[in-house]
């Protein structure tokens, strides 16, 4: 009983532990929120309940391959509202399906009544407003973080590869395929060093909209962030971010022009799990599942074979009652079987008196005293 108590308790754990995995692997991070107070909306009012209807449909189709959708809701002003949630092109579909929904769960404690609301995370962007924001670039809404580090090797030289390297990289991610217009670049800076950037624009831009959007963004990187080691700006409809480290996962991104040395191994990204992270990840699950069903066949079999052994313990000792009771016979079965204790059945004399010869129904002969 002691023992499938345990295997419970060990099945349990392991049950708990892939829960866990899977939660750290699908942790999304929360960056920033743009919501003024310009237009604000009651909470009992047909604008709350639209938006609650909005945030049902958009995570409802937060599995889709493209990573982008979206939908309406209401008839016309005042209640009106749009809506879209942008995922980053290199994560998986576990990672920005968690996105989304942490991002239609957290973005009402963030904003509360509010009605244009944009909220970033680094894997994904939600955003909804009562004026129209379907197929329109958006360059007014914007957020800017960069690297605390700065480059101090050959400034002038990676101001120079920077911007060549981010205007190819916009002119990529602007001719994409249709449903993604995503694109990531890198390039060599020194001997040692290798740039790598990612840029994406919301797919119901043009080709010509999403290029002028990135084209803005890359505008904003001399004034904040010249030389800066690493450095993002997210407007409402495009994004563009590079860094001196391979922050992105290059499994799931369109394949970029290898570099003449490999990338450095350190991995400080937040963003889609690379190749290594994943084998992190499931690695220690497998072996962890494989100890589990070892533990709990071991632990199983260990009780069946206890409870056999009571059963045979008992068994014995059934069967040495049993033989005592057979050996005990009245007087009439005893003189019948020795022939009325005749001579010629006698064998000889023991300690408590005279010996015979019986025959038993199995024709065996077993001596009485």
Known sequence: MLAFKISGYLFLFCLLFLFSTRWVSCSVNYLSHYCPNTTTYSPNSTYRSNLNQLFLVLSSNATRDNGFYS???????????????????DVNTDVYEECVRNATTKILQRCPKEKEVVIWYDECMLRY???????????NIRLILTNTQNITDQPDRIRTVLAATLNELATEAANDLPGKKFATKQANFTAFQTLYTLAQCTPDLSSGQCNACLQDCISNFPACCDLNQGARVNFGSCNIRYEMYHFY?????????????P????????????????????????????????????????????????????????????????LQYDLNTVGLATNNFSPDNKIGEGGFGSVYKVKKYNSKYVSIR
Do not use: H, W
């Open 71 to 89: 939908y309406e809701v209401g008839r016309g002003p005042p209640d009106r509202i749009e809506g879209l949630f942008l995922c980053r092109g």
């Open 249 to 261: 996962n290059s499994t799931l991104a369109p394949a970029p022009t290898p570099p003449n040395r």
């Open 129 to 139: 407003s009562n004026i129209s924001i379907f197929s329109r670039s958006e360059q």
């Open 263 to 326: 990338p450095p191994t350190t991995n400080e990204g937040n963003g889609g799990m690379s190749r290594q992270v994943i084998i992190a990840i499931a690695f220690p699950t497998v072996v962890s599942l494989v100890i589990c069903f070892i533990g709990c066949f071991l632990l199983t079999r260990r009780a069946k074979q206890r409870r056999y052994d009571a059963v045979e313990e008992e068994n014995d000792e059934g069967n040495d009652i049993s033989t005592i009771e057979s």
